[in-house]
């Protein structure tokens, strides 16, 4: 038995990456930054409104948190769509009451079916950036290039349409993306997307579009779902995570992100929500923490290049 | 090993009860040693046919940027706290990272780090190979380790844990002297290879920091009460142990892990009981011992 010759052959093993993607650049050799007023731990609230239809397609692959049972599989469908009619209203709520921004990641068949919710996000000064056409708009390098544009520009021009002005934002489905989407990102006029979770400050594309980078570990996603440990840990991490990246950027005077994905029908449920408003005003009162929208992240960032 | 027989024949078995009592240097009760898997995975790699690289069609955009984030952030994050408190690192080393990024691993070098060989990419399986193919990647190893850092390998953890029933031979004829991938005993034990002196150094996965976030699920500071407690257990048993702490910086080097970590680090440094060191200097230790 013996592997094919090419098992052990690497035609990209050369200093930087094995693609081209983005050039490499370690956080501590990046440019320092400065966030506005002074302030050293940029905490971006990123919120996703997912559509999931009930009859999943798979193609390329099943978004996380897509249904599970046979069809008709009411639980997921109904408990998803809980988070767009009920927890949603609780976050804006909840952002309300701290007076601070967000960022909302909205599946196009969120701002068709549910007009009103876009309305009340907008009317609210939180950020409307483009999360594909509903939870069965995955994105991988399986699915053809006029497949994935066609889905990007649909998603885009519900955005626009319902917003007055197109989305400079775009988050893939669980941050899958082809080794074409940046550039049809780039083709289709977006600013950022947020996709890539290899750094804690905005990076360049090798075509100049800007990745934002989302933690995916901090999400309420990871942490509640998937290792399913309790609010309480939640907020205790999050701030354990403020603490630190504020005591880094104080030493190596640079600011740093805090990036918080948070999914309505996960983190909105009526049990989670004291101690996430908690979580909120402790990030609130704390004097490093910026409250910022992707967009304001990106401005202040450019500035800096 | 025994290829085929339902015992490979690694090792003999040797009860725990009634060994004679060790002390590493200094009197101390447990050599700790700190294990960073500096790795590289490739964002394309060829398929093997007994193990898939990525659960995604490539890129996994989640898969490849969160290791990235290694060689990017926290690196160097998790290097600070390790050396700020006094434990060197004895590295589990994706040798083609020597080329992708040379300055992580010239970092680690500079900071009194050993070197062992943990295959040339964390995306290249050894499962399938033929002897000489397993000998051109020990032999790569061997020579990337070298021209890079000065060091000679003397330890092996198989890339992704993958082996074949020779390697234990074959790293053993090529004058390693340690393995990673034996799970069997708190102490080095003496292996079984056809030529060569080989032990096993106690790695773990239990305590791994991928098994503690990921298969156990434990939040930041549990995964620190646990180290904390391996590490008092171990400390108050008179055999004379050893304690590996297996870490993947994208993992350790969280936000909202490091701090935690930090703690466990400040713990053991303060306890006395401890002797931080590199697992080629308890392979040596070990081997000096009175018998």
Same mark, same amino acid.
């Given at each position: 038995m013996s592997l094919d010759p090419s098992h052990l052959e690497y035609p990209n093993r050369r200093e930087g990456y094995d693609h081209a993607l983005y050039p490499y650049r370690a956080l501590h050799q990046a440019p320092a930054v400065q966030w506005p007023g002074g302030k050293s731990v940029a905490t971006w609230l990123c919120v996703s409104l997912e559509w999931f239809p009930i009859v999943p397609e798979d193609k390329p692959f099943r978004a996380p948190g897509h249904m599970q049972t046979a069809y008709p599989d009411y639980r997921?469908?109904?408990?998803? %769509?809980?988070?767009?009619r009920v927890g949603v209203y609780r976050l804006l709520d909840s952002f309300a009451k701290a007076g601070v921004p967000a960022s909302f990641a909205v599946n196009a068949a969120i701002s068709e079916r549910y007009p009103v919710l876009l309305? %009340?996000?907008?009317s609210a000064g939180h950020e409307v950036i483009a999360h594909s056409t509903d939870m069965n708009g995955t994105i991988a390098s399986t699915l053809p290039e006029a497949d994935e544009r066609a889905l990007i520009t649909r998603a885009r021009d519900v955005l626009a349409q319902a917003c007055g002005a197109a989305p400079r934002g775009w988050l893939s489905i669980a941050r899958q993306q082809s080794f074409r989407t940046a550039d049809l990102l780039k083709e289709a006029g977006f600013a950022y997307c947020c996709d890539w979770v290899n750094d804690e400050l905005p990076w360049a594309f090798t075509n100049g579009l800007i990745n934002l980078p989302l933690n995916h570990e901090l999400s309420d996603r990871q942490i509640l779902n998937v290792q399913q440990q309790s609010v309480d840990s939640y907020a205790e991490q999050i701030c354990d995570a403020h603490d630190w990246l504020a005591g880094e950027a104080a030493a190596q005077s640079s600011a740093r992100m805090l990036p918080l994905h948070l999914t309505p029908y996960i983190i909105g449920l009526p049990y989670r929500m004291d101690a996430f408003e908690g979580l909120l005003a402790n990030l609130k009162a704390r004097p490093e923490t910026w409250f910022a929208r992707g967009s304001d992240i990106l401005e202040s960032y450019r500035s800096h290049m | 090993m025994q290829e085929g027989a339902a015992d490979p024949g690694l090792y003999d078995y040797v009860p725990y009860r009634g060994r004679t009592p060790f002390a590493w240097p200094g009197g101390k009760k447990v050599a700790v040693w700190v294990s960073p898997n500096l790795e590289y995975y490739e964002i394309d790699p060829p398929a093997n046919p007994h193990r898939k690289s990525w659960p995604m069609p490539h890129?996994?955009?989640v898969?490849?940027?969160? !290791?990235?984030? /290694? @060689? !990017?952030v926290s690196h160097w994050r998790m290097a600070d706290v390790m050396s700020k408190h006094g434990f060197p690192g004895s590295v589990s080393l994706s040798v083609a990272l020597c080329q992708h990024h040379p300055h992580?691993?010239?970092? /680690? @070098?500079? !900071?009194?780090?050993e070197f062992f060989s943990h295959g040339i990419y964390n995306t290249r399986y050894s499962y399938g190979m033929d002897e000489a193919q397993e000998r051109a990647i020990i032999e790569d190893s061997i020579r990337t380790v070298r021209e890079a850092t000065g060091q000679t390998i003397r330890g092996w953890l198989a890339p992704a844990l993958t082996h074949t029933p020779r390697t234990l031979d074959l790293i053993a004829e090529y004058g390693l002297d340690y393995t990673c991938d034996l799970y069997h005993d708190d102490q080095p034990m003496p292996v079984k290879t056809a030529t060569g002196d080989l032990i096993s150094m106690p790695y773990s996965l239990e305590v791994n920091d991928h098994y503690g976030f990921f298969i156990y699920n434990m939040s930041p500071r549990e995964y620190a009460r646990t180290l904390i407690r391996q590490y008092e257990r171990l400390a108050d048993e008179p055999s004379g142990t050893v304690m590996c702490i297996p870490l993947h910086s994208y993992l350790i080097g969280q936000p909202h892990r490091i701090g935690p970590f930090e703690e466990v680090l400040r713990h053991i440094a303060a306890d006395g009981r401890a002797w931080p060191a590199r697992a080629g200097e308890i392979a040596d230790a070990w081997r000096g011992r009175a018998l």
């Open positions: 997921h469908y109904t408990a998803r %769509d809980y988070g767009n309305r %009340d996000i907008q | 890129p996994d955009v898969g490849y940027s969160h !290791r990235d984030h /290694a @060689n !990017r992580v691993v010239a970092d /680690a @070098n500079a !900071r009194g780090w």
